[in-house]
């Protein structure tokens, strides 16, 4: 089990260490996300999905990680309004900091080497674009003084705009249908797919580089600490508790559980974060010490319930 982890980690420091050099220029980290999130990573959820269909005793254990998922990012709302004084848009980012995943650039990497199956990644991806993501982007828009027209048709065709959403949709949908992609197609989509993993690895890694804050953003250390607690610490044990004690999940279901419920914190917590105007900082700090934390917690996790 530990050894599945040695290339995610490998290809993650290259990243690091290219991001460090600068060799791929300032852009990087921007460019090759956008590819992993809008070409590679559709393309190798489609594959995995249309030759391993989701089925099998899940349910329980996709209810515990959405259990726990919520739970901790209401503890993490609720810490930024009644601890910190954080106004509405900032207490949403706080919960999304807390509880929302990084199901993508790590979580397909994890579940391809480590679960050898693509499938409850594949849910989890689904739950967080098709309901997590458009109740948080209208928390935020409700957030904002100004009343932006569309807001409305926005929210609605949120996971419409996905293209890891539309990949899912299509995916699970041909598998249980049992209707494969024809050869010319399937082949160059196995192909690109397999450009995913190592792509959003090295994007991880380039996105670990430190950067410094620009002038007038604020560092919010215990904010970012407990945010970090909740996220790496909190949720993978809320998890194992729903699911084993409560539910009675066990074996690969609860591995599967309890390893997406200890990913860091989305990537996509920062680009929220911007997009309405909050301060990235907080954000920014989160994400990358839950994604280093979380080469410790990840292996520990999948050693003790292998």
Same mark, same amino acid.
């Given at each position: 089990?530990?050894s599945?982890?040695?290339?995610?980690w490998?290809?993650t420091?290259?990243g690091?260490?290219?991001?460090?050099?600068?060799?791929?220029?300032?852009?990087a980290?921007?460019?090759?996300?956008?590819?992993?999130?809008?070409?590679?990573?559709?393309?190798?959820l489609?594959?995995?999905l249309?030759r391993?269909?989701?089925?099998?005793?899940?349910?329980?254990?996709?209810?515990?990680?959405?259990a726990?998922?919520l739970?901790?990012?209401?503890?993490?709302?609720?810490?930024?309004?009644?601890?910190f004084?954080?106004?509405?848009?900032?207490?949403?980012?706080a919960?999304?900091?807390?509880?929302?995943?990084?199901?993508?650039?790590?979580?397909?990497?994890?579940?391809v080497?480590?679960?050898?199956?693509?499938?409850?990644?594949?849910?989890?991806?689904?739950?967080?674009?098709?309901?997590?993501?458009?109740? *948080?982007?209208?928390? =935020?828009? /409700?957030?904002?003084?100004?009343? &932006?027209? +569309?807001?409305? $048709? #926005?929210?609605?065709? @949120?996971?419409?705009?996905?293209?890891?959403?539309?990949?899912?949709?299509?995916g699970?949908?041909?598998?249980?249908?049992?209707?494969?992609l024809?050869?010319?197609?399937?082949?160059?989509?196995?192909?690109?797919?397999?450009?995913?993993?190592?792509?959003?690895? *090295?994007?991880l890694? =380039?996105? /670990?580089?430190?950067?410094?804050? &620009?002038? +007038?953003?604020? $560092? #919010?250390?215990a904010e @970012?600490v407990?945010a970090v607690l909740?996220?790496s610490?909190?949720?993978?044990?809320?998890?194992f508790?729903?699911?084993?004690?409560?539910?009675?999940?066990?074996?690969?279901?609860?591995?599967?559980?309890?390893?997406?419920?200890?990913?860091p914190?989305?990537?996509?917590?920062?680009?929220?974060?911007?997009?309405?105007?909050i301060?990235?900082?907080y954000a920014?700090?989160?994400?990358?010490?839950?994604?280093?934390?979380?080469?410790?917690?990840l292996?520990?996790?999948?050693?003790?319930?292998?």
């Open positions: 089990m530990l599945a982890f040695v290339p995610i490998a290809l420091a290259v690091y260490v290219t991001g460090r050099a600068g060799v791929l220029g300032p852009a980290v921007d460019v090759l996300g956008r590819f992993v999130f809008y070409v590679a990573m559709p393309a190798a489609l594959d995995t249309t391993q269909p989701i089925g099998g005793p899940a349910g329980r254990a996709v209810a515990a990680f959405a726990a998922t739970l901790v990012g209401a503890a993490g709302f609720a810490a930024a309004r009644w601890v004084g954080r106004p509405l848009a900032e207490q949403t980012i919960a999304m900091a807390s509880g929302y995943v990084n199901a993508g650039n790590l979580g397909i990497p994890v579940a080497q480590v679960l050898g199956d693509a499938s409850f990644i594949a849910v989890v991806l689904l739950i967080q674009t098709s309901i997590l993501t458009p109740v *948080i982007l209208g928390t =935020l828009d /409700l957030a904002r003084t100004d009343h &932006a027209a +569309g807001r409305i $048709r #926005r929210l609605l065709t @949120v996971p419409l705009r996905s293209p890891v959403m539309l990949a899912c949709v299509a699970v949908l041909l598998g249980a249908a049992h209707v494969h024809p050869p010319p197609a399937g082949n160059t989509v196995a192909l690109l797919g397999r450009a995913a993993v190592p792509s959003a690895l *090295i994007a890694g =380039l996105s /670990l580089v430190p950067r410094e804050p &620009a002038d +007038g953003e604020p $560092r #919010r250390p @970012v407990l909740l996220k610490a909190v949720q993978p044990v809320v998890c508790v729903l699911a084993r004690l409560v539910l009675g999940v066990t074996g690969p279901a609860l591995l599967a559980a309890v390893l997406c419920a200890a990913l914190t989305a990537q996509n917590t920062f680009v929220f974060a911007r997009a309405y105007d301060d990235g900082t920014r700090d989160v994400i990358v010490a839950s994604t280093a934390l979380s080469m410790a917690t292996t520990v996790a999948a050693t003790l319930l292998q």
